[in-house]
């Protein structure tokens, strides 16, 4: 009786004790910092600083805009592709259905350099174009905001798409009939029934997307865009110039995380984002579409897959090719690449493995006791525990990246370097961003196991140990496996807060596409990328298997 | 095995679900609680079972107090509504997963599967997962898995209302001769009235977390103590009144006054003041001749309700009260016209004082 009470508290006690050391602490750490001056002072100092700065104004603006603007191109494609995908039947509409997801698993940093290859200023198109044209300047379709968002809404239109998917597939048919019964119909039926009921996934995919954009700083930062609140703070905390400036990109973060979480709260308020359940999906009747419709909506799909595989395309040239340089495409082709990043150098390759692997077990460890704790038990205090894994979903990696450099840098006891001069803090920084799709994962799969399940083998003698050996987890292992490649796939991708946190010596793949890139040798750096595009397609294709197509619930 | 339930208490937050209950399961018995959602008689069921610990009195299984054990110290079977079988699992290791827990060797649990598939007529379906059945085999394997671990007890939590009217039928009498069959103590959780008279040795009606009424199926229904048993159990004609005297000469009839003028009827237990009448609709008569001594009631037809067995009249009288009224052999009557003017008459033996507890 005792050890059955104990044993939730303590676990829960460990949990608390991980998010508050790992997230909370760090956290508040910068918001600490960019509330006090050098000398430990309460202070608002540094936020007057920051908005009588005209630069940093207008970098917030200009911030805001993007996010918005990715918000609505993204909106308008990923709708428009989630409705015919769900609603209308045409040749191709299940390849379709798949080849959408593929642009969202493109690792971000490897999706823009592709880009980079194909439509920039030296890119094969303006190669093309300026040979048949005779122009004498190469077409801007990249350097500049509108390139990011260009970049931006190829890579996360299908996170709407796949949420507002989710969504119509949940949407009773009756409610529609209920609709056309009282005389509803066309347009009339779509704004007042059918939106209004997909709203909340297509809110928490757009939530993502905004603060995806937000907090982007590699993206831009290729495409020399400056002026931004994410490349602000990644240039102030890294180049180091002075103190001062180091303190105005900790408070461009805490700034960062302040205006996600109020866009997040905003958002939760508006429709309960944490809707969790993934359960029922009803059957849709697709209509099926005139031969010449067909050909548009065929022609309109096709386009737009052709556009968010741009990237693909461009790095694979550049992982083989060598001389690519005012030629459409490369002179020759060679592995030399390949054999630096994997033969000569291995370190990349094998480090971030390492990092992910031991990021989804901490992820496992922590996040499984998570969801059981909302899902089955009643100990006090699991709203919170909610609240803080959905926090987690809100805070740009950036700022947790800068966090935990100023967090984690004083020396350990019976060390003299602190946490973040050993490699141990990448994978817990992965683990922790990570966590809420472990915790969402697994808390899906334990709403499919009803609890009388587990109480039939209570009845028929199992000890709580052993229902849950045999019965739970016999039933929510595929989902918490899912859950865990997802989490591997994207840790393998992360970018952001990794970036910030490179070890000499201890790079990650990501950390050396970054780096490969910056020193001009871009065609390492695709080889590198085109490795972590082969994983992640292994991933998905292994997630599309066990998870059939509702891999949109891990997105939401 | 006896079961004692003795001042059991169990609250959620502030809402008290279980209110000092005292009931005894007789050995053999299959006792029904009874009850609209709500009531409490699933927390009963469940604390019986060992899911829910209570929060005061004490409950006994033979002379073992189990308050504190977990379920499967307690010699349970349970039947769930929803059955609760494990979907990754087939029909054998559903059934055998608990003998195997108990260690017993393998020619056992095989004897026992084949008897327990035996019992509820699913042999030849071991090998079948639990989604390739119908909703009636799913309980069924579902009371196999209760039954081989020969439980002192059975527990039953609404087990058939998942399932059509007519496969509800079958089981409910499946489940009564197997009960009958093995005489184990067999504790019933409904809401249907008539599954709980058609196959109980005795059934408690609860509201509220309290028990109103304990007694065998005819006595519920032939002399509810309460408006509220009255009005569950089956179907019941509810005229207001108070008690004004005692007929002296006719075997000490009460004389009641009600809206409908004065009526006659008897009582159970000791009631004065306020009340309620209680007169089921087979037992009221469609303009038949005045016999003297019965209730005589004016009124129009309203409403006619053909029901294949019975038909239904739904009759207004002149204070605007409307009584219902069966005949109970439809075939042999010409049905009368909504309008028509009629009498009704009931006799005082069938008409109930009780105590109103709306």
């Excluded at chain 1, 009388?452 to 918490?480: C, H, M, N, Q, Y």
């Excluded at chain 1, 990650?508 to 910056?518: E, L, P, Q, R, V």
């Excluded at chain 2, 009288?317 to 028509?340: N, Q, S």
């Amino acid at each position: 009786m005792r050890s059955r009470r104990l044993a939730p508290a303590l676990g829960l006690g460990l949990i608390w004790a991980f998010l508050i050391l790992f997230l909370i602490y760090p956290l508040g750490r910068i918001f600490y910092d960019a509330v006090t001056d050098e000398a430990g002072r309460w202070t608002l100092a540094n936020f007057h600083d920051f908005f009588t700065d005209r630069f940093y104004l207008r970098s917030l603006w200009h911030s805001l805009i993007l996010g918005l603007a990715t918000v609505i191109t993204s909106s308008v494609l990923g709708i428009a592709v989630a409705f015919l995908l769900v609603r209308y039947d045409f040749a191709g509409r299940s390849l379709f259905g798949f080849l959408t997801i593929i642009p969202i698993i493109s690792p971000p940093l490897v999706g823009v350099l592709g880009f980079t290859f194909i439509l920039g200023r030296a890119g094969t198109v303006n190669v093309l174009l300026m040979d048949a044209f005779d122009l004498l300047r190469p077409v801007n379709f990249l350097y500049g905001i509108h390139g990011v968002v260009l970049v931006e809404t190829l890579h996360l239109f299908p996170m709407i798409t796949l949420n507002v998917v989710d969504a119509l597939g949940k949407v009773d048919p009756s409610l529609e009939e209920a609709a056309e019964s009282v005389g509803a119909r066309g347009f009339s039926k779509l704004w007042r029934v059918t939106l209004p009921l997909t709203t909340p996934g297509y809110v928490a995919g757009a939530l993502l997307v905004f603060i995806w954009t937000f907090s982007d700083f590699a993206t831009p930062l290729v495409l020399g865009v400056q002026d931004l609140l994410a490349p602000q703070a990644y240039l102030n905390i890294v180049q180091f110039v002075d103190r001062r400036i180091f303190r105005m990109g900790i408070v461009i973060s805490a700034l960062m995380v302040l205006l996600a979480v109020l866009f997040l709260l905003a958002a939760r308020h508006y429709v309960a984002i944490k809707d969790y359940s993934s359960l029922s999906y009803s059957r849709i009747a697709r209509r099926r579409l005139s031969p010449l419709r067909q050909a548009l909506v065929v022609a309109f799909l096709s386009t737009l897959l052709l556009l968010s595989f741009i990237p693909y395309i461009g790095v694979t040239l550049a992982s083989v090719g060598r001389g690519w340089a005012l030629t459409p495409l490369p002179v020759a082709y060679t592995l030399q690449y390949y054999e630096r990043v994997i033969v000569e150098t291995p370190k990349f390759i094998l480090n971030s493995f390492l990092y992910s692997g031991l990021a989804v077990a901490i992820c496992i460890l922590v996040g499984v006791p998570i969801a059981w704790l909302l899902g089955r038990s009643t100990v006090p205090g699991r709203g919170a525990l909610d609240a803080v894994n959905t926090l987690i979903l809100a805070v740009p990696g950036t700022a947790i990246g800068i966090a935990y450099i100023r967090a984690f840098h004083f020396d350990l006891p019976g060390f003299d370097r602190g946490l973040t001069s050993f490699w141990i803090v990448m994978p817990l920084v992965l683990a922790v961003r990570r966590l809420p799709y472990t915790v969402r994962g697994s808390f899906a799969s334990l709403l499919l196991v009803h609890p009388s399940l587990e109480e039939a083998a209570s009845s028929v003698g199992a000890s709580g140990a052993r229902t849950f050996r045999d019965v739970t987890l016999p039933l929510i292992w595929k989902g918490i496996l899912v859950g865990g490649l997802f989490s591997f796939m994207t840790s393998l991708q992360e970018a952001s807060a990794v970036l910030f946190l490179a070890l000499g010596g201890w790079e990650s793949i990501t950390n050396g596409i970054f780096a490969f890139y910056i020193a001009g040798s871009a065609n390492e750096a695709a080889a590198l990328g085109v490795i972590l595009i082969a994983v992640a397609a292994i991933s998905v294709a292994i997630i599309n298997r066990m998870a059939g197509t509702r891999m949109g619930g891990v997105f939401g | 095995m006896i079961v004692g339930i003795r001042g059991v208490v169990k609250r959620f937050g502030a809402v008290t679900a279980v209110n000092a209950v005292d009931l005894t399961v007789a050995d053999g018995e299959l006792f029904t609680l009874l009850g609209p959602s709500g009531c409490g008689k699933t927390t009963l069921l469940r604390l019986l079972a060992g899911f829910y610990q209570p929060d005061a009195g004490t409950i006994r299984f033979g002379d073992r107090v189990v308050n504190g054990l977990p379920p499967y110290e307690r010699g349970i079977g349970m039947v769930f509504q929803n059955y609760a079988l494990w979907p990754h699992m087939t029909v054998a290791d559903n059934v055998c997963y608990g003998l195997r827990l108990r260690r017993l060797p393998g020619e056992e649990v095989a004897r026992r599967l084949h008897e327990g598939l035996r019992k509820v007529n699913l042999v030849g379906f071991e090998a079948r997962y639990p989604g390739q059945l119908s909703g009636g085999q799913q309980q069924r394997v579902a009371l196999a898995r209760a039954l081989v671990l020969n439980p002192d007890i059975l527990l039953l939590d609404e087990p058939l209302s998942n399932l059509d009217a007519k496969i509800r039928i079958q089981v409910r009498a499946e489940i009564r001769r197997l009960q009958q069959d093995l005489r184990i103590t067999t504790v019933y959780v409904t809401h249907d009235q008539e599954e709980a008279l058609s196959l109980s040795d005795r059934v408690a009606v609860m509201r509220d977390g309290h028990v109103l009424q304990v007694g065998r199926p005819r006595e519920l229904y032939e002399r509810p103590r309460t408006r509220f048993v009255a009005d569950f159990v089956g179907t019941n004609n509810l005229v207001p009144g108070e008690v004004h005297g005692v007929d002296a000469h006719a075997r000490g009839d009460l004389l009641v006054r009600t809206a409908l003028g004065p009526l006659r009827a008897i009582a159970d237990a000791a009631v004065s003041g306020r009340c309620v009448l209680a007169v089921r609709p087979e037992n009221v008569a469609v303009g038949a001749p005045d016999a003297g001594d019965g209730n005589r009631v004016a009124g129009t037809v309203s409403l006619v309700s053909y029901l294949g067995n019975t038909l239904r009249y739904d009759v207004e009288t002149e204070c605007g009260l409307v009584l219902k009224a069966d005949i109970r052999d439809p075939w042999h009557h010409e049905p009368l016209p909504v309008g028509r003017p009629v009498t009704l008459s009931f006799p005082a033996s069938v008409t109930l004082a009780l105590s109103d507890d709306a």
